[in-house]
């Protein structure tokens, strides 16, 4: 069994794009049984999920109504393989050195949830299956193949 690869989604208030990335990335890691799993947060965490946020993951089967937003952390980031960044530099700042990816030209959640989750998802996506065929790469040459 390959370790568990953690990614850390981040943006500036942890309650809408690094969520949506990170429930849908939990969402596509459990149901292809892969060693996958994301957390998100922000340094300005908003007090509750926006409504849009939540109404919008619910029409795609993701329910987050219980989540609170996450203060981003020296300490939540010491897992993560990976970052992957909102407009955010706090992750960076926090967890110098850790690979960082910048998602930085998503659509706003606020302007158009659809729109947002369609950038969100295919970036999600293309990562996991970038992540999967590492691991199975790092596999092969662990057992000399």
Not at 22 to 48: H, I, K, M, Q, V
Not at 104 to 123: K, Q, T
Request: hydrophobic residues 40%; proline residues 7%; negative net charge.
């Amino acid at each position: 069994m390959n370790p568990m690869h953690n990614v850390a989604f981040v943006c500036p208030h942890g309650s809408a794009k690094s969520l949506i990335a990170a429930e849908y990335f939990n969402r596509l890691a459990r149901d292809s049984g892969c060693a996958l799993a994301a957390t998100t947060s922000g340094p300005e965490p908003d007090p509750e999920v926006p409504s849009n946020v939540i109404d919008g993951l619910l029409n795609h089967a993701i329910d987050v109504r219980g989540y609170h937003p996450t203060m981003i952390s020296a300490t939540g980031l010491a897992d993560a393989d990976c970052i992957v960044s909102f407009a955010c530099d706090a992750g960076m700042r926090l967890a110098p050195g850790k690979p960082v990816e910048r998602w930085d030209d998503c659509p706003a959640v606020s302007d158009d949830f659809e729109i947002a989750w369609r950038f969100i998802a295919g970036h999600v996506e293309r990562l996991i299956k970038r992540l999967e065929s590492s691991a199975a790469t790092a596999t092969r040459l662990e057992q000399g193949s």
